[in-house]
Structures are given as structure tokens and as C-alpha cells.
């Protein structure tokens, strides 16, 4: 059976909609898919759009996004850090989101002179967690897509705090669609960035599991349907620069492609 795929699409007259693919259609819902497992108004309706006439957007809307830093170990080693004893949690804003496609704005050298990509398996959590177990974490996750954790490495260092070395305008590409049913402890990963392999990475390779991250949390933060998860980035990362294009991919996720300027 193939796997349920969602967008969220802009539709020739400017609404917004979700939607799930079917073939070259985009069959559109009411609302949100992940609040349909809490709420009945969020259902598939029976109109169908042709896909090539939406623009794709970023499929998610999340309250809050937070990431894990450091989750793979040659990344850690790469940039010289200890691995973490638990993980490592940081927030991006939504106001970050980029969609699919979309520009990401560096900011002046005189703020930072090294921003890199951070290719990501971005999990969208399907229920309500707090206080989760790492089993009923994991059962609750909607689906997953592809995000960049867009980082100014020098202010990373610099401030202490993340807020804008993770968190400014256009630091959060993500999409295209989220892919539900996948095994998301096997899910390979890719950068490539102006045609060049820089990233190639396994979630099988992450210190913390999906579930353990999410429990983890949960402990502390309250996870609604829709909030997003980046799960870390594999070695490899590197600097970005104006005119770069950066392509994302994940075999059973699709393609997330952006520019630089
Ligand atoms: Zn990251």
C-alpha cells in the first residue's frame, strides 16, 4: 500500500489548504491531518485540485519547533563537542518556516560570516504528549519530512542562547511532504548543495531515538498536534553562501530544494 503523503498547497483562487496527494492530484481536507485522530472536523473532502496548478508550501504549522543538537556522533566530533548525556533541546521560531522552494536570507558578514546547512529528518507530532514513554511517543508521531537547520555557526558559539543563530527569518526550510508510516529509525538523509554530495547520513545512526527525544520533552514541554521536531544532522555540515542551491532528500520523504542569498 503506498504511503499517505500531505501538503499543505496554495490552490489557484490563493486559499490555503491541506491536502494528501493522489497521483497528480491533491485531494483537499477541511483542516489540519493530524488533528483528525482528536477531532472530526479535520477530514479528507471530496474536492480534488490537479497538483501542478497549487503552490506547494511548507506542510506544517506547528505551535513550536524544537531541535536536538548534537544526536549524531561524528557530527558532534566534527565541531569538537562531547556527545550529550541527554538530549540536547533547543527552540526555533515559527516564524523561521521557509517554504519548499523558497530563499533563505543571510544576514550582513558583519552579523555572522558562517551560516551552515544541517540537513534533518523533521518529525510532526500527531497527539497531545506530556509526561509521554518513548513507546507511546513514538505511536503518536503524525509523520515525517525533510527540514534544514539553517545555523549561524559564529553567533551559535557567541551567544550562549540560540535564539537567532537557529531562529532568524528563513532558517527553517521545511517539506515537502510529510510521509506517514515510515521507519523512521532507517531513514537515510542528504545534502547536496550546487550539485555537490555534503551530507549523507542514517537516522539509524542517531544517540536518541525518535521516541526517547519526544518523551524527553514531554517531561518538561507539552507537544500539541502539528509541533515540529528536528531530529539532528549527520557530519558533514558546511558553510552556505549567496547562490547556492541546497537539495535535501530522503528516499521514502521526497526532495526539500531552496536557495541562498
Ligand atoms: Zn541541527
Redesign the pocket.
Known amino acids: 500500500m503506498p504511503l499517505d503523503r500531505f501538503v499543505r498547497v496554495a490552490t489557484a483562487d490563493g486559499a490555503v489548504r491541506f491536502g494528501r496527494v493522489d497521483g497528480d492530484d491533491v485531494v483537499l481536507w477541511s483542516d489540519a491531518p493530524w488533528l483528525a485522530a482528536t477531532s472530526g472536523a479535520a477530514r479528507e473532502t471530496t474536492e480534488r485540485v490537479p497538483r501542478a496548478r497549487t503552490t506547494t508550501l511548507t506542510p506544517v504549522a506547528p505551535t513550536k519547533i524544537l531541535?536536538?543538537?548534537r544526536?549524531y556522533r561524528a557530527h558532534a566530533k566534527e565541531l569538537g563537542n562531547e556527545v550529550p548525556v541527554e538530549p540536547l533541546i533547543f527552540y526555533k521560531p515559527p516564524s523561521a518556516l521557509l517554504d519548499p522552494g523558497g530563499r533563505v536570507v543571510l544576514p550582513p558578514a558583519s552579523v555572522s560570516e558562517r551560516i551552515d546547512h544541517?540537513a534533518?529528518i523533521a518529525i510532526v507530532v500527531g497527539r497531545r504528549l506530556r509526561n509521554a514513554s518513548p513507546d507511546d511517543a513514538l505511536a503518536a508521531v503524525f509523520g515525517a519530512t525533510l527540514s534544514c537547520?539553517v545555523?549561524a555557526r559564529d553567533l551559535q558559539k557567541k551567544d550562549g542562547q540560540w535564539w537567532r543563530a537557529?531562529g532568524m527569518d528563513s532558517f527553517c526550510p521545511v517539506g515537502p511532504e510529510i510521509v506517514c508510516g515510515v521507519d523512521l529509525a532507517r531513514l537515510p538523509i542528504s545534502c547536496v548543495v550546487n550539485g555537490e554530495l555534503r551530507q549523507n547520513g542514517n537516522t539509524a545512526d542517531m544517540i536518541f531515538d525518535v521516541g526517547t527525544v519526544l518523551a524527553h520533552v514531554s517531561r518538561f514541554v507539552t507537544l500539541e498536534p502539528g509541533d515540529v521536531i528536528?531530529t539532528?544532522?549527520p557530519e558533514g555540515v558546511g558553510p552556505l553562501r549567496a547562490g547556492d542551491a541546497v537539495e535535501i532528500a530522503s528516499e521514502p520523504l521526497g526532495l526539500l530544494r531552496f536557495d541562498v542569498a
Open positions: 531541535g536536538v543538537g544526536n544541517e534533518e537547520d545555523t537557529k528536528l539532528g544532522t
